[in-house]
């Protein structure tokens, strides 16, 4: 199940949760279940636990690359990615220019 299906069903179960009744929640196909107020609650509580650990393993994967490239935040990494990729497109049209004048074609 994707992020976006767990938070579809996520909103089900709060609403469920929140009128104290039957519900009906998405399952993973698309078709409705009804689900009882215990029933909502676990499933509500696997798709938090499933939630946290997919944040848990991108906020280790991003704590890793950060120190790859020694950086101090990721705000910073966007950052100088983009001046990276600015100057390396600058430095393709000085090299077409280059070329241009030197009558060489492009390898």
Same mark, same amino acid.
């Given at each position: 199940?994707? !992020?976006?299906?767990?938070?579809? =069903?996520?909103?089900?179960?709060?609403?469920?949760?929140?009128?104290?009744?039957?519900?009906?929640?998405? *399952?993973? !196909?698309?078709?409705?279940?009804?689900?009882?107020?215990?029933?909502?609650?676990?499933?509500?509580?696997?798709?938090?636990?499933?939630?946290?650990?997919?944040? *848990?393993?991108?906020?280790?994967?991003?704590?890793?690359?950060?120190?790859?490239? =020694?950086?101090?935040?990721? *705000? =910073?990494?966007?950052?100088?990615? =983009?001046? !990276?990729?600015?100057?390396?497109?600058?430095?393709?049209?000085?090299?077409?220019?280059?070329?241009?004048?030197?009558?060489?074609?492009?390898?």
């Amino acid at each position: 199940m994707d !992020v976006q299906a767990i938070s579809i =069903r996520i909103e089900a179960l709060l609403q469920s949760l929140a009128s104290g009744r039957r519900a009906k929640a998405p *399952d993973s !196909v698309g078709s409705a279940a009804p689900l009882e107020l215990p029933q909502a609650l676990e499933e509500l509580e696997r798709a938090v636990k499933k939630l946290i650990a997919e944040r *848990d393993a991108l906020a280790a994967r991003e704590k890793e690359v950060l120190e790859l490239l =020694r950086c101090e935040s990721s *705000d =910073r990494l966007i950052h100088d990615l =983009r001046t !990276v990729i600015n100057n390396l497109e600058l430095l393709k049209i000085l090299l077409e220019k280059s070329r241009a004048k030197a009558g060489t074609a492009p390898a």
